[in-house]
């Protein structure tokens, strides 16, 4: 018998509770955010381990160990390794947009298996990678891989969640995102320190372990009612996997707004033009400006390239390695926070909030960089930890705002008929950025210096007024009604007009 949480059907809810069922299926959809976030930790890890360097980027690897005229800002300036990191957005991109096909036409759990699947190969050949053409092969399949999960999981878990927890359930990816990471870091900081030099093999090929968990576990997935609606006209088993999932008989309310939705949907046979129409500017607009400002965060930069950074200002590699696990505890933990609160206190607070809280951090990490490092020697063992203690802050900051919310707000504001297409070009800005910032970061950091972390702040500053002018709140509204946010927001209602004048919102 499911027992859960109750939902009660006022306030614009539909009747249910959080199931057990419901938990382990997120739970396993969710794996699809760890081979993310290990993706991400196990990157910026092995590129800062000197054999590594030393077998596929030796021009690095001298210019770290012999140039004592260049910058401390320029050492790890490389195009073919940044190529190394980034190429895998490429591929994500590409990717994604094919998947979004397969979502729409197949189901959200295809998807979902597909990318484990592209994932185990990929850290598979990126294990025996024996040059740089094996190496980037396997991270093309790792793109791929990545392209298909992060199109399909968050659309999967926005929409096996009720309403009113559905924000805690989604940012669960994000959490298996920094579960990831935070896991890539401790294995990095173990194989750094065998002796014989393999251990980046073992980085790399313990990629294996989620990707593995995430395609065995994609077997046994329920489908969405969602997507049972949208792929067949038999609309019996979707109502029984609704009370499957809900854990109540009475799920009439929720079906048939399923079902109008999907009736609404089946008359668009081209949803990326359909999408560009102005009733759904408001969401247009959200798929296009959150991922692009969740990257300009930085927070990437942090990510892949936290060990290379504190090798920058003169911490060593084991040292540089485990400062990149303390920031990925700190990332898990306050996405953990988010979980619990974002239902409670709503979307904008929590940007807010942690728009302000990585502001401030970065100005001061610009401040003490300016003022500390120069283009040679090292900053004291002080300074060195005083800048990770500020970074910390900014994950933190990062950790309960834009990490978790740049992948839910999205994923929950489309209705049905652009919803495939519109959590597409959600994961497209997001690779796309992604593969810019990755790209360019090395280069930035060696002719911007220490005004990178201002340049991030700069864009932090711009997305944080955004969020208060721009972004209605969604807690608690259903999915499909989430139309009615726009059509009442000061701004948004001038452009879609109020094409639902007989639906309003209820306060929960």
Not at 172 to 189: C, D, E, M, P, T
Not at 235 to 264: C, T
Request: charged letters at 15%; a positive charge.
């Amino acid at each position: 018998m499911a027992v859960g949480l109750a939902i009660s059907s006022a306030g614009g809810q539909y009747n249910g509770k959080m199931t057990p069922f419901v938990l382990l299926s997120c739970m396993v959809a969710a794996t699809g955010g760890v081979i993310f976030g290990y993706d991400i930790g196990i990157s910026g890890g092995v590129t800062s381990m000197e054999p590594f360097l030393k077998k596929f980027f030796p021009e690095v690897y001298t210019r770290m160990k012999s140039n004592k005229k260049i910058s401390n800002y320029c050492k790890f300036d490389s195009e073919l390794l940044t190529s190394f990191t980034s190429s895998l957005y490429i591929a994500g991109l590409l990717a994604s947009l094919f998947a979004s096909l397969v979502t729409r036409a197949y189901g959200r759990k295809p998807s979902i298996l597909a990318g484990g699947a592209a994932f185990l190969a990929g850290s598979a050949l990126n294990g025996a990678a024996l040059n740089i053409y094996m190496l980037i092969l396997g991270r093309i399949l790792l793109g791929v891989g990545v392209g298909f999960a992060n199109q399909a999981v968050p659309l999967y878990l926005s929409e096996m969640a009720p309403a009113k927890h559905r924000g805690a359930i989604n940012n669960g990816f994000q959490f298996s995102v920094g579960i990831g990471a935070l896991s890539a870091n401790l294995i990095n900081y173990g194989t750094e320190k065998i002796k014989a030099g393999w251990g980046w093999r073992i980085s790399l090929a313990m990629a294996a372990v989620p990707a593995s968990m995430l395609t065995l576990g994609a077997f046994f997935l329920p489908e969405t009612p969602n997507s049972l609606i949208q792929r067949s006209t038999d609309h019996q088993r979707a109502k029984q996997m609704l009370q499957r999932i809900r854990g109540v008989v009475d799920v009439e309310a929720e079906l048939d707004d399923l079902i109008k939705a999907n009736n609404v949907s089946n008359t668009i046979k081209h949803p990326f033009k359909k999408i560009l129409e102005r009733k759904y500017r408001p969401q247009l607009v959200m798929a296009i400006a959150i991922p692009f400002f969740q990257q300009v965060t930085g927070i990437n930069v942090i990510a892949f390239y936290a060990p290379i950074l504190f090798r920058t200002i003169g911490l060593g590699e084991s040292a540089s390695l485990l400062s990149a696990v303390m920031t990925g505890v700190v990332g898990t933990i306050s996405t953990f926070i988010s979980m619990l609160i974002v239902d409670k206190f709503g979307r904008r607070a929590l940007f807010m909030v942690g728009g302000i809280q990585m502001l401030v951090s970065q100005i001061m990490i610009g401040g003490v960089m300016a003022a500390q490092l120069g283009d040679h020697g090292g900053v004291s063992k002080g300074y060195a930890y005083l800048v990770l203690v500020l970074i910390c802050i900014y994950v933190a900051g990062f950790g309960w705002s834009w990490g978790p919310l740049g992948w839910l707000v999205p994923s929950e504001i489309f209705p049905l008929e652009i919803r495939s297409a519109g959590q597409s070009i959600n994961v497209v800005v997001n690779f796309l950025f992604t593969f810019i910032v990755a790209q360019t970061f090395l280069a930035m950091l060696c002719h911007f210096k220490s005004g990178i972390f201002f340049f991030f702040g700069g864009w932090v500053s711009v997305m944080t007024v955004f969020v208060y002018l721009f972004l209605p709140e969604t807690k608690n509204v259903p999915i499909e009604k989430m139309e009615m946010v726009w059509v009442e927001h000061w701004f948004w209602r001038r452009i879609v007009g109020d094409f639902s004048k007989d639906a309003k919102i209820e306060a929960p």
